[in-house]
């Protein structure tokens, strides 16, 4: 049984639009409040507006980046915000329990776990441990797909390969969400839920959305 949507999808990017313009202006209004009012009003339940994957770097906490309150984000964070069955698994709830209409997938400038997975491709002895090599294994793709040509290496530095290696990823896992989702893709093809991908630059403070 799907719930109802809280919202259009386009409605609910409108809203992390003019939070994150908020909050660079200077201006929050924390969302749809953060007082002990709010926090009655969701005793009995939740409607977010969207889910967001993001990266666990704590640069990245999405309610500041996008001035929201208790109720308005379902949020998923791992480091490199790298999709497993169980992050999956939380999208899928979120939309069909809870009504969520958008799914952001969010990466950053600077993501060291996206670092990691760069250092081990220029250094394949570089393993700190079976876990961490679980999230290094899933930004590979990424990495190795924007891996600057041997040729002009000494020319394009590390950072430059690190945020489009982020940016790819994000691209990635907007793609992963759909194809191993059935669930998702019938609310999409309904019109009544959004994949999304977005960057966030950790200098600025803004967010750029693309739509995937
Ligand atoms: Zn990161």
């Known amino acids: 049984m799907v719930h109802e949507p809280s919202m259009l999808p386009l409605d609910a990017l409108d809203n992390l639009r003019k939070g994150n313009a908020r909050a660079l202006a200077g201006e929050r209004i924390y969302g749809s409040g953060i007082g002990p009012e709010r926090l009655q009003e969701l005793i009995g339940g939740q409607a977010p507006y969207a889910t967001i994957l993001t990266c666990a770097d704590s640069r990245v906490p999405p309610e500041h980046i996008f001035d929201a309150g208790f109720g308005d984000l379902f949020v998923c964070r791992n480091a490199g915000n790298v ?9 899928e709830y979120a939309a069909a329990h809870t009504g969520c209409p958008l799914f952001v997938v969010l990466g950053h400038t600077g993501c060291g776990a996206v670092g990691a997975a760069v250092a081990v491709v220029k250094n394949p002895d570089a393993y700190e441990s079976h876990n961490v090599d679980d999230i290094i294994r899933r930004l590979l793709p ?9 040729l002009y290496r000494d020319k394009i530095d590390d950072p430059a390969w690190v945020d489009a ?14 194809q191993r989702s059935p669930l998702l893709k019938t609310l999409i093809k309904k019109g ?18 693309f739509m995937e």
């Open 83 to 91: 999709l497993d069955e169980v992050t999956l698994g939380s999208v």
């Open 165 to 178: 290696a982020a940016y790819k990823n994000v691209k990635n896992v907007c793609n992963q969400t759909t």
């Open 192 to 209: 009544i839920f959004q994949v999304v991908g977005a960057f966030y630059d950790l200098a600025s403070g803004q967010v750029e959305f």
């Open 142 to 150: 990424a990495v190795l797909s924007t891996k600057p040509p041997d």
